[in-house]
Nanobody, 120 residues
């Protein structure tokens, strides 16, 4: 599975962005898909995950502001980010794994990352 993420950009606090991640290869709908992020000098952290049938999980820091979704027909997973804050600034990565986890090490496939910058 190859993943390509896009949709990042520079926005003001309170604005919204939608990230997309397109997967190539077979069996996209069998994978757990997730978004992680990594800010400068910090470890990569879990943001949101979605199971094959649509169950979703979020980090506490984004719950109520971010929404993860997937379109299996389009091999695409989305991350709608609302009410963005400066602390959301990071490189955002999409990832795929056979089982749900919040640990980056458990994900087999990664996109190239897309930068999100939120200014106050």
């Amino acid at each position: 599975v190859q993943l390509q993420a896009f949709g990042g950009g520079s926005v003001q606090a309170g604005d919204s962005l939608r990230l997309s991640c397109v997967a190539s290869g077979r069996a996209f709908n069998t994978y757990v898909m997730a978004w992680f992020r990594q800010a400068p000098g910090k470890e990569r952290e879990f943001v949101a995950g979605i199971l094959r049938y649509g169950d979703t999980y979020y980090a506490e820091s984004v719950k109520g502001r971010f929404t993860i979704s997937r379109d299996n027909a389009k091999n695409t997973v989305y991350l709608q980010m609302n009410s963005l804050k400066p602390e959301d600034t990071a490189v955002y990565y999409c990832a795929a794994a056979p089982l749900y986890s919040r640990r980056p090490i458990d994900y087999d496939y990664w996109g190239q990352g897309t930068q999100v910058t939120v200014s106050s």
